[in-house]
């Protein structure tokens, strides 16, 4: 029997897939995926058909896995992290309308920002938002209202994608909002390649972030008023009367 798995295969390290990753990916003919993707899992799927694209061509990648399944294929659609948070789980059902009969599995991974929030300390042990800062598919207005409603409410604050060569200014932006309600001394983490080869990981304060060296494979988490830094760590109380 057919069947399109959308495999989440965490932030990087084959450590750190789930066991129902690793066998989907054993268990399918087909791995099509992100070319970056793919190889951070290639050891595991050499002996499969693999059809790999660069970026901006999920729709393509959907399409295809779609079609292969449709003549009997297994197949496995790597999304990096977890294939729900900004993956490709929701793209795959949008396109999957008419075609009631193929059998769809989500199969989720470790997120990103579980991954950073790891290297950080504890800074997500209460609530918080992750926001993206690419807009390629979302308007930058719709970016500065999520930003201005999270840094109003005191949530902690996890930042996706925050700067490309394309979108140098959206930081600095999504910053001079954050400041309007966070104080600059407010700890902030910087993790760069969070499991992966290149691995940086820094905590610093929200008055310093444009000092160091950010891009698309960094993930930024910004404390709320009551986090804190400890040997040299991230923690966001979770509330317990100590």
């Known amino acids: 029997m057919s069947w399109i798995k959308v495999v989440g295969t965490g932030p990087g390290r084959y450590q750190d897939m789930t066991v129902r990753a690793i066998r989907a990916l054993r268990d399918c003919d087909v791995v099509i995926g992100y070319i970056t ?131 140098k200014d959206n930081l600095p932006r999504a910053l001079d909002i954050v400041l309007k309600y966070r104080c600059s001394s407010t700890p902030c983490g910087i993790v760069k390649n969070a499991s992966r080869e290149g691995e940086i990981t820094l905590v610093t304060k929200l008055g310093d972030l444009l000092k160091y060296d950010i891009d698309m494979t960094t993930l930024i988490i910004i404390g709320n008023s009551s986090t804190f830094i400890t040997g040299g760590k991230m923690v966001t109380p979770r509330g317990y009367v100590l």
Not at 53 to 70: D, I, N, V, Y
Not at 74 to 88: A, F, N, Q, R, T
């Open 37 to 167: 993707y793919i190889n951070l899992v290639r050891d595991l799927v050499k002996d499969k058909d693999i059809i790999y694209s660069g970026m901006r061509q999920e729709t393509e990648r959907c399409r295809k896995a779609l079609e292969l399944a449709s003549l009997g294929k297994k197949v496995s659609l790597i999304s990096g992290g977890d294939p729900g948070i900004y993956g490709m789980a929701g793209l795959l059902y949008e396109l999957a309308k008419k075609n009631v009969d193929t059998d769809i599995e989500i199969i989720p991974g470790v997120s990103s920002v579980s991954a950073a929030a790891s290297l950080l300390g504890a800074p997500l042990m209460t609530d918080f938002a992750s926001i993206s800062l690419s807009d390629h598919l979302t308007p930058w207005e719709a970016i500065a209202k999520r930003l201005e409603m999270a840094a109003r409410a005191d949530f902690v604050i996890a930042l996706f994608n925050p700067k490309s060569r394309e979108r």
